[in-house]
C-alpha cells in the first residue's frame, strides 16, 4: 500500500520562537479544518532549518499526534569529519528525527549538489534508518525543450543506485513551477509521476507533487491517482493554510 505524506519544506524560515507561534496554532487549525472524524491514514511531515529539529522534538510529541513528524531538509553522506556547515545522519538520529529531504532543486542550483552527492547523502540516510525524499524535476527551459521525461529519467537513474526503494519518498518538484505559483496542471503532474514509477523497481514508492501547492489547488492535485502527497514549501509557514492541505477533500 503507498501512504499518503502530506509534507512541509520551511526552507530558511522561521526561528525558534516563530516555529513555537506555528505549533501552538497548528493544532487547533487541523482540527477546524478536518472533513471528519478520523481521516488519519494520512502522515504529516513538517521540514525545518536544523535550529529547530531539537526544540521541536520535545514540542511536537506534547501535540499528540501519532502522524506529525519532524524532518531535515539535508543529510550528509560521512558520519562526521571536516565538512563545515554539514549535519550528519547520526546527528539527526540523536534527535529521533526519521526524514530528511535530499537534492532539492534548491540544493543542486545554489550550492552545487550533484546527482553523485545526491545520491552519497540517500544511501548514508538510509544506512541510519532516515526515510529521504528525493526530489527531482525539470527546468522551464527543458520542459520547453521537451527534454523533461529524459531528464527525470537520467536523475532517477544516478540518483538510486544502491538506494532502497523499500525507505524512500520521491518528489516530483518542477523548478518552474516552486515558488512562482506556477502549478503544474493536476493531471501533468500525475502522468510525470506514472512514469516515474514506471521507472522504479518498487511500485509502492510514495511519490509527491510539489511546486506552488495551495490549500486551493490540494484538493485537485490530490484526486490524482498517481499522487500520493505533497511537498510544500510557501504555504507550509502559514498553520492555517497548512492544516488546511493536509485535511485535502
Ligand atoms: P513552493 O516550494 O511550494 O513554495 O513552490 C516547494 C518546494 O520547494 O518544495
Known amino acids: 500500500m503507498r501512504k499518503i505524506v502530506i509534507a512541509g519544506n520551511w526552507k530558511m524560515y522561521k526561528t525558534q520562537s516563530e516555529a513555537k507561534t506555528f505549533f501552538s496554532e497548528f493544532p487547533t487549525h487541523l482540527k477546524a479544518t478536518a472533513p471528519q472524524a478520523a481521516v488519519f491514514d494520512r502522515q504529516i511531515l513538517i521540514c525545518v532549518p536544523y535550529t529547530n529539529l531539537s526544540l521541536l522534538q520535545t514540542v511536537v510529541p506534547?501535540?499528540?499526534h501519532a502522524n506529525l513528524h519532524i524532518g531535515a531538509q539535508n543529510v550528509h553522506w560521512s558520519e562526521n569529519g571536516a565538512f563545515t556547515g554539514e549535519i550528519s545522519a547520526p546527528m539527526l538520529v540523536e534527535l529521533g528525527i526519521k526524514y530528511a529531504i535530499v537534492g532539492h532543486s534548491e540544493r543542486r542550483q545554489f550550492f552545487g549538489e550533484t546527482d553523485?552527492?545526491?545520491?552519497?547523502?540517500?544511501?548514508?540516510?538510509?544506512?541510519?534508518?532516515i526515510t529521504p525524499i528525493l526530489c527531482v524535476g525539470e527546468?522551464?527551459?527543458?520542459?520547453?525543450?521537451?527534454?523533461?521525461?529524459?531528464?527525470?529519467?537520467?536523475?532517477?537513474?544516478?540518483?538510486?543506485v544502491d538506494v532502497d526503494q523499500n525507505n524512500l519518498i520521491i518528489a516530483y518538484e518542477p523548478i518552474w513551477a516552486i515558488g512562482t505559483g506556477d502549478t503544474c496542471a493536476a493531471n501533468e503532474a500525475n502522468r510525470v509521476i506514472g512514469?516515474?514509477?514506471?521507472?522504479?523497481?518498487?511500485?509502492?514508492?510514495?511519490?509527491?507533487?510539489?511546486?506552488?501547492?495551495?490549500?486551493d489547488?490540494?484538493?485537485?492535485?490530490?484526486?490524482?491517482?498517481?499522487?500520493d502527497?505533497?511537498?510544500?514549501?510557501?504555504?507550509?509557514l502559514d498553520p492555517a493554510g497548512f492544516a488546511r492541505i493536509v485535511n485535502y477533500h
Open 62 to 64: 506534547a501535540i499528540g
Open 195 to 215: 512514469l516515474i514509477r514506471g521507472r522504479l523497481t518498487n511500485p509502492n514508492v510514495t511519490i509527491q507533487y510539489g511546486g506552488s501547492v495551495k490549500s
Open 217 to 227: 489547488n490540494i484538493d485537485e492535485i490530490m484526486s490524482q491517482p498517481e499522487i
Open 116 to 129: 553523485e552527492t545526491v545520491n552519497k547523502r540517500l544511501k548514508a540516510a538510509q544506512a541510519y534508518g
Open 139 to 160: 527546468s522551464k527551459q527543458q520542459r520547453d525543450t521537451n527534454e523533461t521525461e529524459s531528464w527525470i529519467f537520467s536523475q532517477l537513474a544516478a540518483d538510486l
Open 229 to 236: 502527497g505533497v511537498l510544500v514549501g510557501g504555504a507550509s
